[in-house]
């Protein structure tokens, strides 16, 4: 190999390590951006998605309906929403009575879980 070709190659390495660095640093930043939004909406996405009483809005009921139809368990969505577990439950029942076959196909499609499709599948009363 020649002392040309090598320094080349030696060239070509450094710059994918400089680039490697600047990757590593634009991700470090996003994810930092991202947490600031994601605090910023849920302090100011918590008012519009329950009411001053602290029961969920038609937004809010919306959301709960759409964390549902991915997959989501009554307890991941409890603690999403910072609503009771038994508040939740009823939320997925109303949502199951409502849209259950047709989302559990949809969900299916998508890959939700198991233990949720089976939960749409059959509902307690």
Do not use: C, Y
Not at 12 to 32: P, T, V
Not at 66 to 82: I, L, M, N, R
Not at 95 to 123: I, T
């Amino acid at each position: 190999m020649s002392a040309t070709t090598l320094s080349e190659l030696k060239a070509l390495a450094e710059d994918a390590r400089a680039l490697e660095d600047a990757a590593r640093k634009h991700a470090e930043r996003a994810e930092r951006l991202i947490q600031i939004v994601e605090r910023e909406t849920t302090k100011s996405g918590d008012a519009a998605l329950k009411r001053e009483d602290g029961r969920l809005t038609e937004a809010g009921i919306a959301a709960v309906n759409a964390a549902f139809a991915s997959g989501a368990t009554v307890t991941e969505v409890a603690k999403q929403f910072d609503i009771h577990v038994s508040a939740a439950s009823n939320r997925r029942t109303i949502w199951l009575g409502k849209h259950g076959g047709a989302q559990a196909l949809k969900a299916m499609k998508e890959g939700a879980r198991p233990r949720a499709l089976e939960a749409m599948k059959n509902p307690k009363a």
